[in-house]
């Protein structure tokens, strides 16, 4: 093979070892990041509730027959589970968001002040949680 | 003065000068939806049965009508800004990024006029 006619050597891919900027996994892991990752995943996952909200109002404006179907998937077994997920999503979202908007203020940027409102958005959100089924299924309100 | 290179500003890259009504939309929808879900989820817990004529007869009450309106608006403006993000964060295929931002939108515009068209038909049905 004459020297002309040798294919056209391309480069290699890189080497994968090759040193990369720091990412997650240098990090140690936290309650401010936890709860970062937790605020956007309860987010994603309350757009979903968005869905089922508006659902069950087009199944209420559909009809007695239609309101009775979406019903029946929401006190089913699964229906439930979903339902006590997202209210929990829904409460610790409500509290970190308010913690965000705070942030967003300029407050509450003190390492230790962080520390604690996260614990607190946790722990807020889980008595809202059960305060809210407690209410719900033993009818306290009416 | 501007900071961008020559290149640059030809080719329309760099801050577009544009963005900050994103940011302060996602803050005021949170805002709005504080009392807005809250006034909704005490709804909820007051309600006896969640049985048709029950339910259908709170939400035609105008006032219930008309927050339940602003609640699907800011819930599907806040929850469209928020999943944007999260694709425009995670999902770096330009072509796929560029349809699921579009599905995204679609489905958010979908979702607000079924909503609140669903309160409005909700609240004008001659009564059962």
């Known amino acids: 093979m004459s020297p002309a006619s040798r294919p056209v050597s391309r480069p290699v891919s890189r080497p994968r070892s090759r040193p990369l900027s720091p990412h997650l996994q240098v990090y140690r892991w936290q309650i401010s990041n936890t709860l970062s990752i937790l605020h956007r995943l309860t987010g994603v996952a309350l757009a979903f509730g968005g869905l089922a909200l508006v659902g069950w109002l087009l199944a209420l404006a559909s009809g007695q027959a239609a309101y009775a179907a979406v019903t029946w998937v929401l006190t089913s077994l699964p229906g439930q589970i979903f339902l006590i997920g997202w209210s929990f999503c829904f409460f610790f979202h409500l509290c970190n968001g308010l913690r965000h908007l705070v942030w967003d203020a300029g407050y509450g940027f003190d390492r230790v002040v962080a520390r604690k409102s996260g614990v607190a958005a946790v722990a807020v959100a889980s008595v809202l949680t059960v305060i809210f089924w407690v209410v719900a299924l033993t009818g306290v309100v009416a | ?128």
């Not at chain 2, 501007?2 to 939309?25: C, I, M, V, Y």
């Not at chain 2, 996602?26 to 049985?51: G, K, Y």
């Not at chain 2, 796929?96 to 006029?113: C, D, E, M, S």
């Open chain 2, 1 to 128: 003065m501007s900071l961008k290179s020559p290149l640059g500003r030809a080719l329309g890259l760099g801050s577009s000068g544009t963005g900050t009504e994103q940011w302060l939309g996602q803050r005021l929808s949170a805002i709005a939806l504080v009392p807005l879900t809250l006034w909704f989820a005490l709804s909820l817990l007051a309600f006896p049965t969640l049985d048709f004529y029950a339910v259908t007869a709170w939400v035609s009450a105008p006032l219930h009508a008309v927050l339940l309106v602003l609640l699907v608006m800011a819930l599907v403006y806040h929850s469209s800004l928020g999943t944007q993000v999260v694709v425009e964060d995670y999902v770096h295929a330009p072509g796929q990024r560029t349809l699921t931002l579009i599905i995204l939108r679609l489905v958010h515009i979908a979702l607000a006029v079924t909503g609140i068209l669903a309160v409005f038909l909700i609240a004008t049905r001659s009564p059962l």
